[in-house]
């Protein structure tokens, strides 16, 4: 249950500033649906742990720069929704306006706890178990998130962030074996084990600028499904993760939740927790508070040795990087109507290996699921594949047979046919679906077409988001944060992961984690191959068995425009540059032009002055006489004739330009 852990896996950022808050998000722990098993007799009656938003604000440039940021959220819900997120980023806006805090830079992930109260999305299918939507929930969750973001933005200070990276064994299992096995026996081959034992911790600490250190937070990031608490369970929790959290920040930190600046230990969900269970074998064992314990234990210990393991590499023995840039990339895609162009050559389509049945299904579906190194492939005909209308299956209403089966007659996993015409009929009444839908979502016989109701009971349009921090020295990705709105199986965490990795050149020892339930909830999304199983995974992949592909090719689109954001930047700046100079041009020519045009005129004036023609003066000769007056002016002459006033006209030019 150790740690595998070395020192080539820690890395040390530098030139981050992070600011972290946490703050009470539990709603009413009493005679209210509790959300995560589908159970009407759900509801909640008591409190176990209360359940917390945990925020980290990163930045670059100083903790008072304005520069790039992004937030991080994790919560103790058992997904963020779409209607969360967005009055979260409203109620952000009203207090620091509408351009700091925005939807493209927040990302609100959640740990998936199954005992937490319901009844806060937008859409009627997460709320019907709950009879409802719940404002006094709703309002307590959104607000508590805003207000941890709040703590976390006056935090804000200049740390040291080191990565560190170990496995955790013995915890979890695979809860869905048979599906899993369909994937092919190479790429299986390929991990050591078929669930996902990765442990990803960051460590956060104040500079060392006067005096030691002091420990900020941390954010560890493992996969598993926070049911230790069954389906009966009546407590108000944050399961497993919620133990480990506060046995980090109150035993071990001894952290004062009524302080806003207590050390914050956020215990996040990965996004391939999709068929990980913590109740495989003897882990399955005991009381509920038992298993909860057991697995919140083990999280907390491994963490703790990554932790402490971190704080002694101050200066590691592996990378030490500094942070130089922050990069994020948000997009909303429409699953529902999805073109994935997939290329027909061997290496994409199922590999050599791929088990019989999956060949069988290849061939007669001519479907892809690994769009992995696809683009370095040899140029050939491109074939497009489709997503369908969001629908779940039979196996669906069956629930998971680790996890809390429902026990409802006539449905079981791995269920390729109708159940009854009597569910048939009971879907068709509700919504109508057509043959092309049908088959669109085959082997899955459709229980309930959830996108073709009027509103949609679940949502079709997804948020996608990446966060991302570059090194200056050497240039390269320091970690990556991606937000999932799907639970993923292990195996389809995996094949996009690398399909990232390849699209953003990142090397292996930057970490990239997909952050599970973010953003919004749109069930689940496996393999190609583990669809075929139908398992109550495959039956909740909403959008057909191309959903992986569509992800994937939608992500690595959205991880392309990050790689391009910097020559988007510095296009701009030139372009802005070149108008300046341009404008600068413009005026110097303009006063160019004035100046010689005055020229011009004077020149004109002056040659006008020097031409033009003058009148003759004239003498007039008058008689001398006693009339004359005696004020004038007057000079003997030798004649008898005396020349007196001279009179002389000239004539004025005016230069009417």
């Not at 420990?215 to 009546?234: E, Q």
């Not at 629930?399 to 109708?418: H, N």
């Not at 110097?588 to 011009?600: D, F, G, M, Y």
Request: charged share 20%; proline share 5%; with cysteine.
């Amino acid at each position: 249950m150790a740690s595998k852990f070395s020192r080539e896996d820690t890395v040390k950022l530098d030139g981050l500033a992070v600011g972290c808050g946490s703050y009470d998000i539990t709603g009413p722990v009493a005679e209210v649906g509790m959300m995560g098993y589908g159970n009407l007799r759900q509801k909640a009656a008591g409190l176990h742990i209360r359940l917390r938003s945990r925020a980290f604000i990163f930045l670059t440039g100083g903790s008072r720069s304005r520069e790039t940021r992004f937030v991080f959220v994790s919560t103790d819900l058992w997904s963020c929704t779409e209607a969360v997120k967005t009055e979260v980023v409203e109620g952000l806006q009203e207090i620091f306006g509408p351009s700091l805090y925005t939807r493209q830079n927040v990302m609100i992930s959640a740990t998936h706890t199954h005992s937490g109260p319901g009844g806060f999305s937008g859409h009627a299918f997460y709320n019907f178990t709950v009879l409802g939507f719940q404002r006094e929930n709703f309002n307590c969750i959104c607000k508590g998130i805003v207000r941890s973001i709040v703590r976390a933005h006056a935090q804000l200070k200049d740390v040291t962030c080191v990565l560190s990276r170990g496995t955790l064994q013995g915890v979890c299992a695979n809860r869905s074996q048979s599906a899993y096995l369909r994937n092919p026996k190479e790429e299986r081959h390929h991990y050591g084990s078929d669930v996902d034992e990765e442990v990803t911790l960051m460590r956060f600490d104040t500079c060392p600028f006067a005096g030691l250190p002091k420990p900020l937070g941390l954010i560890s990031w493992f996969g598993v499904h926070p049911t230790s608490m069954d389906r009966k369970n009546d407590l108000v929790t944050g399961d497993s993760k919620g133990v480990a959290g506060y046995l980090f920040e109150r035993r071990l930190m001894g952290a004062d939740y009524r302080a806003p600046d207590h050390f914050v230990a956020a215990f996040a969900q990965r996004a391939a927790l999709g068929d990980v269970t913590p109740n495989g074998g003897a882990n399955g064992e005991g009381s509920n508070f038992t298993r909860t314990n057991w697995s919140g234990m083990r999280q907390f210990e491994n963490t703790r040795e990554l932790w402490e393991t971190a704080g002694r590499s101050s200066s590691p023995d592996g990378e030490a990087l500094r942070v130089c840039e922050l990069r994020y990339a948000h997009v909303f895609v429409d699953f529902a109507q999805i073109d994935i162009e997939v290329s027909s050559s061997p290496q994409v389509l199922a590999p050599p290996a791929a088990s019989d049945a999956a060949a069988e299904v290849f061939a007669s579906r001519s479907a892809a699921p690994l769009l992995v190194a696809a683009a370095a492939a040899t140029p050939a005909k491109k074939r497009v594949l489709r997503t369908a209308t969001a629908a779940i299956g039979a196996s669906a209403a069956a629930g998971s047979t680790f996890d809390g089966p429902s026990g409802m007659p006539g449905v079981a996993e791995g269920q390729t046919k109708s159940p009854s015409v009597i569910y048939d009929a009971a879907r068709e009444l509700l919504a109508r679906t057509s043959p092309e839908l049908r088959q669109a979502h085959s082997p899955k016989p459709l229980l309930l077409a959830t996108g073709l109701m009027d509103p949609p009971w679940t949502p079709h349009v997804l948020p996608l988001q990446i966060f991302g921090a570059r090194a200056a020295s050497p240039q390269r990705w320091a970690f990556v944060l991606v937000a999932v709105p799907f639970e993923l199986s292990t195996m389809a965490g995996r094949r996009l992961r690398t399909a990232l990795r390849d699209v953003l050149s990142a090397p292996e020892s930057c970490p990239i984690v997909l952050c599970g339930l973010a953003n919004a909830y749109a069930g689940y999304c496996v393999t190609f191959e583990e669809y075929q199983q139908q398992q109550y995974e495959g039956a909740m992949t909403m959008f057909g068995p191309n959903t992986l592909s569509a992800l994937i090719q939608e992500m690595c689109r959205l991880a392309q425009t990050l790689l391009l954001q910097r020559q988007q930047q510095s296009n701009q700046q030139q372009h802005h540059l070149q108008q300046q100079q341009q404008q600068s041009v413009r005026c110097r020519l303009a006063q160019t032009l004035l100046l010689q045009r005055q020229q011009q005129n004077n020149q004109q004036q002056h040659h006008v002055q020097q031409h033009q023609p003058r009148t003759t003066p004239t003498v007039h000769q008058v008689p001398l006489s006693s009339d004359t007056s005696s004020s004038a002016t007057t000079r003997k002459q030798p004649t008898t004739t005396i020349t007196t006033t001279t009179i002389i006209t000239t004539t004025v030019c005016h230069n009417s330009r």
